[in-house]
């Protein structure tokens, strides 16, 4: 099946970068939000991005004008009408999800895929809330979209073939590299990762300073940062939400440690808020 048309519902962190790398490969995209507010809000993270993308040369002031022009906002689901593909970005709520599936189910044509860009939420839920589980997949882009190379790919339980490879081809149609994942809670990366911060949060309970936990995780891992700093940069609550997720699935392998609630319950959130497992306060 041939992608020309690709909506994303959603314009904040992950889908204004999905908006952007689906129109740099050339597709039309457009893109929906609840407000005005927010479809400018993510338009501009776009123009700022691809104004990067010019100052570094990378691309020139005409491509990025002609990136920007693929690009058409809409208020409400109903522009997705018109769409070959539609990828869901809202917030990380499984109701939110259904409800949109539902709609977007009704209003959309018979052969458009409908996509989920969940983290950790079941892929199969969102499929059944429609009419159509051969067209419904987990297209999951990782942060921030426009860099990260991999993007996870996962079947729900009735996804068809036809459907998996024509997104994997638009995948790789964007310049990155799909990674096939099982529909279990938070597939491959998420759950990984939040097994891998939990651990670290117990190890600050322990006694473990979180200067020497990400120190020690940076430098004898190579890892990009330490888990504490990933943790004040997703969000705190973010991290408990994606850690209940799995937690609800897997059981006590991956109870969510007492520290990480306490941080959440007292609002200590991590870079939004100023103050999570560092004081970023002094920084302002
Ligand atoms: P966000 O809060 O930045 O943006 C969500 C947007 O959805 C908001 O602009 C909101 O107004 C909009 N929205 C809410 N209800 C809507 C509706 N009914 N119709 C249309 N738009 C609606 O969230 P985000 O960080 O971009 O996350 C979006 C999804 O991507 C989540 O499922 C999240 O788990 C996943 N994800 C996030 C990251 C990350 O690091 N932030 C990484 C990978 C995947």
Redesign the pocket.
């Known amino acids: 099946m041939e992608i020309k048309n690709v909506s994303v519902?959603?314009?904040?962190?992950?889908?204004?970068?999905i908006a952007q790398v689906t129109a740099q490969a050339g597709y039309n995209v457009t893109m929906?939000?609840?407000?005005e507010e927010?479809l400018e809000?993510?338009l501009a993270s776009i123009d700022k991005s691809l104004g990067r993308g010019v100052k570094k040369g990378s691309i020139s002031e005409q491509d990025k004008a002609s990136i920007m022009s693929r690009i058409s906002t809409a208020i409400?689901?109903s522009s997705a009408k018109d769409a070959d593909l539609v990828i869901?970005?809202?917030?990380?709520e499984l109701e939110?999800?259904l409800?949109?599936f539902k709609e977007l189910d009704s209003i959309c044509r018979e052969h458009t895929i409908l996509a989920?860009?969940?983290?950790?939420?079941p892929i199969s839920a969102m499929a059944a809330a429609t009419k159509r589980q051969p067209r419904v997949i987990g297209i999951?882009?990782?942060?921030p979209a426009p860099v990260m190379k991999g993007v996870e790919l996962i079947r729900g339980r009735h996804t068809s073939h036809e459907t998996f490879q024509t997104c994997k081809a638009f995948i790789e149609s964007l310049g990155k590299e799909p990674c096939e994942a099982v529909d279990y809670a938070g597939f491959i990366v998420s759950r990984i990762l939040d097994a891998m911060m939990n651990e670290a949060f117990y190890c600050v309970m322990d006694g473990n300073k979180p200067e020497q936990v990400d120190k020690a995780m940076r430098l004898c891992c190579n890892f990009p940062m330490g888990p504490l700093e990933l943790c004040d940069l997703?969000g705190a609550d973010?991290t408990l939400h994606?850690l209940e997720t799995v937690h609800k699935e897997f059981g006590d392998r991956l109870h969510p440690a007492p520290l990480l609630v306490s941080m959440v319950r007292s609002g200590d959130l991590g870079r939004k808020t100023g103050q999570g497992f560092y004081d970023y306060r002094k920084q302002a």
């Open positions: 519902i959603g314009a904040g962190t992950m889908g204004s970068g929906e939000d609840i407000g927010l809000r993510g409400g689901l869901e970005a809202v917030l990380e939110l999800k409800d949109i989920s860009n969940t983290s950790a939420l999951h882009f990782m942060n997703v973010i994606g």
